[in-house]
């Protein structure tokens, strides 16, 4: 389950700012043209054989979610959970899950994060067809590299039904000492089924705030939210994070949002970052991070400052209330009230993220370049890459063994989590998978090897930019 505690010692921008990127936010699923995995022209690499290690089944269905007082939603569940059942899984041994879909529609998983093979990505029409209602479907792969991931449906809006859950592959060889560990995911609450924004009256305004803004038909137009959660509870109802006195305490923060920017900190606590979307950073010590849909941070929290404290997740892109939880120590009163965070002056930006294990093969002058512009349509409610939209649009096409190197011009108003499926990305000194575009003509670089054949989604990670176009498939060619 999300947020489960480890006690047994493991083995040992402004919102985010910096290295050619200095902002936050917001796609994830998908339609598009009849899947053919004859398109890669280059072959996919087979998933693992022999008996797996740890097999599991889950099942879609439809399900009630109460995530406060007098708040419930209809919505689609993994095993009738929101979020989902948290998996678990040891580095490097073979995991398969079977998915049955109970739901009135098809659906899929998506392993976000994790270069699992081609076949098993969960990206309808792309490298599956969907699970049809009463159908299922088996996923198989190498857990490996050992980080925080999740996973979710990539079919329409679903993962804004509710259909997400944490995936945590264990290292062998932790390089960070802790004591006890909370997964935490943040999200976005829907309090309804969700519409396309071309389909919706936004209750914001046309532009997303009250009275709108400019920039295209929807340039900043949001969902209607009712809030955020925090672990699948609404701030009046917060779930509890207990500590001791002088543990070292591991938090794997997800951003599991469809279309929300969080800052997060814990009161009275700095917080030393060690991981970035799964892959371990040199320690870096600061007071908040701001993190888009899709990314993940794991950070170290020395308990030493006894009571209780409020760990708030503020959006950055909206006007929704901040997301909260409590982190109390043992042998504090349970009528005590939380203290809110007051610093903030020391804030992450990706120029504080170094890697542990540089990303190889992007050394020097890339094989192949794209540059691209991410904008909003002017006249239709559409997101484009380079003025085209999804799936009407041409695949980047790459040869395996190449360095490949991506740059983006955002020239839209809003911030664009841009993700890439099946391979890890050098941007400044990080390796990624997720990396936050700012608006107002923000630009950002990354590298990657192409090492994995295959038709791979890359995308915008706000759900609703996905919906209306922003995409295109990176396709392998001979």
Not at 57 to 69: D, F, K, M, Q
Not at 267 to 287: K, M, N, R, Y
Not at 400 to 425: A, C, D, K
Request: glycine fraction near 12%; aromatic fraction near 8%.
């Amino acid at each position: 389950m999300s947020g489960r505690s480890s006690l047994d010692r493991r083995r040992l921008l402004r919102a985010l700012g910096g290295a050619g990127v200095s902002a936050l936010a917001g796609c994830s699923s998908l339609g598009g043209s009849p899947f053919d995995g004859s398109a890669s022209t280059s072959t996919p690499r087979p998933a693992p054989s022999g008996p797996a290690d740890t097999t599991a089944t889950l099942r879609a269905t439809a399900g009630t979610v109460e995530p406060g007082p007098g708040e419930s939603t209809e919505n689609w569940l993994f095993d009738g959970e929101f979020p989902g059942p948290e998996l678990r899984m040891a580095e490097g041994e073979v995991f398969e899950l079977e998915l049955t879909n109970d739901l009135p529609e098809g659906t899929t998983i998506h392993w976000h994060g994790v270069p699992v093979t081609n076949g098993m990505d969960g990206v309808p029409d792309v490298t599956q067809a969907p699970v049809e209602p009463g159908g299922s479907f088996t996923y198989r792969f190498r857990a490996e590299p050992p980080g925080t991931y999740f996973y979710h449906s990539h079919a329409g809006l679903q993962l804004d039904r509710g259909l997400l859950a944490p995936l945590v592959i264990e290292e062998s060889d932790p390089h960070v000492a802790y004591d006890r560990e909370y997964t935490v995911v943040v999200d976005d609450y829907l309090d309804r089924a969700p519409r396309p924004l071309s389909a919706a009256d936004s209750d914001r305004g046309p532009g997303g705030g009250p009275g709108g803004t400019g920039g295209g038909p929807m340039a900043t137009r949001r969902p209607p939210y009712a809030g955020p959660l925090v672990d699948g509870r609404l701030p009046d109802d917060p779930r509890t994070f207990g500590v001791r006195d002088g543990e070292r305490v591991r938090f794997r923060f997800v951003n599991a949002s469809s279309a929300t920017a969080f800052r997060v900190r814990i009161a009275g606590h700095p917080l030393t970052v060690t991981h970035a979307d799964g892959q371990p950073v040199e320690p870096v010590t600061v007071d908040s991070f701001g993190f888009g849909s899709g990314e993940r941070y794991d950070a170290v929290v020395e308990a030493g400052n006894p009571g209780t404290w409020e760990l708030r997740a503020d959006a950055i892109d909206g006007d929704e209330p901040p997301g909260r939880a409590i982190m109390s120590y043992e042998g504090t009163g349970a009528s005590e009230s939380p203290t809110a965070p007051s610093s903030d002056d020391r804030r992450l930006s990706y120029d504080d993220l170094r890697a542990l294990s540089p990303l190889d093969g992007v050394g020097g002058s890339p094989d192949r370049t794209f540059d691209l512009t991410l904008s909003a349509g002017r006249r239709s409610n559409r997101w484009l890459i380079d003025g085209e939209a999804y799936p009407d649009a041409d695949p980047l096409e790459v040869r395996e063994g190449e360095h490949v190197r991506v740059r983006m011009t955002n020239r839209s108003p809003v911030i664009h989590p841009m993700h890439l499926h099946g391979h890890f990305f050098r941007v400044g000194d990080a390796v990624k998978d997720t990396v936050v575009v700012p608006g107002h003509m923000g630009q950002v670089t990354f590298d990657f090897v192409a090492d994995n054949p295959g038709n791979w989604l890359f995308h915008c990670h706000n759900l609703y930019h996905l919906d209306a176009g922003m995409a295109r498939v990176v396709r392998y060619v001979q």
